[in-house]
């Protein structure tokens, strides 16, 4: 019951805020300069197991899966970029739900051989898959950016392992 309740606790605050942590074993050696990241909470769950469905004719479909092994650690984070600021390659073990709050972030994704940019804007929200995915987010906005994010990550892993530059983009 508890732990089906801490995940409702969860999903409101996505549904609000919505993933990125700074903790000091996870904290690139040098922050990018122009980019600030700072926790805003942080729970350890213990396994988590939810399923929701709610499909139906009317074109409101929707279906949940979350499911762990083992505690997680849930980090809900703020970060802000200044303008031409990043967050350098990294990429983070668990998944994290983002949602942009000012500005606009460009992702660049470390296996798009075309590096395509993606663009969010206030109000968009995006999902990193977390695992081996490896990929920068960037202000190439001319005002300050920033977002709220919630990441779930297996229990007292780093939040954020920094990677080196894939070569498929040409900054």
């Known amino acids: 019951m508890f732990r089906k309740l801490s995940w409702l606790m969860l999903g ?3 549904l609000v805020v919505a ?9 690139p050696a040098t922050p990018p ?3 600030v990241s700072m926790t805003l909470a942080q729970g350890r769950f213990g396994q988590i197991d939810v399923f929701n469905r709610l499909i139906n004719p009317d ?25 031409g600021a990043d967050t350098g390659w990294h990429r983070h073990p668990g998944h994290s739900l983002i949602t942009v ?14 590096c395509t940019p993606h663009v ?13 995915h490896v990929h920068i987010v960037r202000n190439e906005g001319t005002v300050p950016a920033s977002v709220i994010a919630v990441q779930v990550i297996p229990a ?8 080196p530059n894939p070569g498929n983009c040409l900054f």
């Open 59 to 83: 074109s409101t479909v929707w279906l949940s899966l979350q499911k762990t092994q083992g505690d997680s650690d849930v980090y809900v984070q703020s970060n802000t970029w200044q303008p």
């Open 120 to 132: 969010y804007t206030a109000g968009m929200g995006f999902v990193d898959h977390g695992g081996d």
């Open 156 to 163: 007292g892993q780093p939040r954020r392992i920094d990677a």
């Open 101 to 114: 709050i000012a500005g606009s972030v460009t992702v660049y994704e470390g296996n798009d051989p075309t």
């Open 12 to 14: 409101a605050i996505t």
């Open 33 to 35: 300069p122009g980019f």
């Open 19 to 27: 993933g990125y942590v700074t903790k000091s074993l996870a904290t």
